[in-house]
């Protein structure tokens, strides 16, 4: 059965300010309920939309069946 993946860069001000157990659980719930399933979280400097270098953040891969 063939899968499909999708990453989602998470900052700060992504999901409205300092990132939050609370607000990394409704991005979590968002995708399930669209039939994704978490595969990894990995922490990373994530690309800034202006200037040069990035600012902390996370990569969260999910996996569903396709």
Do not use: C, D, Q
């Amino acid at each position: 059965m063939p899968y499909e993946y999708k990453v989602v860069e998470v900052r700060e001000k992504m999901i409205g300010g300092k990132m939050s157990g609370e607000k990394l659980e409704e991005l979590l719930n968002e995708h399930g309920r669209e039939g994704w399933k978490l595969k990894s979280i990995t922490a990373a400097e994530v690309k800034g939309r202006v200037g040069p270098g990035g600012v902390e953040g996370l990569l969260v891969t999910f996996e569903r069946s396709s």
